[in-house]
């Protein structure tokens, strides 16, 4: 294990990781999209098949790009729409049910 992902098993917020890389950010956009942030960053980062020949600085730059890439996709967009998770990507993030199978979960009225 590299320096860098020692640091970065030692963060667990969307809020530690943005100023451990010194992406400035608002609190708003976190509160909202803290869990999708992050999510995005780890996909931007398996994507990326240089990371493994990167060191330093130049490896802290690139994993500073992808969670600014991440935090910005959600400056510009909402959740719904960036679909990162899956509940967002089946149906458009809309549950369908039924009114019969609403129906069937009522207690009978003997």
């Known amino acids: 294990m590299n320096?860098?992902?020692?640091?970065?098993?030692?963060?667990s917020s969307a809020e530690e990781f943005l100023v451990f890389f010194a992406v400035p950010f608002d609190q708003k956009v976190v509160n909202v999209s803290r869990l999708h942030?992050?999510?995005?960053f780890y996909q931007y980062l398996r994507r990326d098949d240089s990371l493994g020949s990167l060191a330093g600085t130049?490896?802290?730059g690139?994993?500073?790009?992808?969670?600014?890439?991440?935090y910005e996709d959600f400056v510009r967009s909402t959740p719904a729409q960036e679909k990162v998770f899956?509940?967002?990507q089946?149906?458009?993030g809309?549950?369908?049910v039924s009114l019969d199978s609403l129906r069937a979960?009522?207690?009978?009225a003997s």
Do not use: N
């Not at 320096?3 to 098993?9: C, I, S």
């Not at 690139?62 to 991440?70: D, E, K, N, V």
């Not at 979960?105 to 009978?108: D, G, N, V, Y």
């Open 3 to 11: 320096d860098l992902t020692g640091e970065l098993a030692k963060l």
């Open 37 to 40: 942030i992050l999510k995005r």
């Open 58 to 60: 130049e490896l802290f």
């Open 62 to 70: 690139r994993y500073r790009a992808h969670l600014l890439a991440a």
């Open 86 to 88: 899956k509940v967002f």
């Open 90 to 92: 089946d149906a458009d």
């Open 94 to 96: 809309r549950q369908q």
């Open 105 to 108: 979960t009522l207690p009978s």
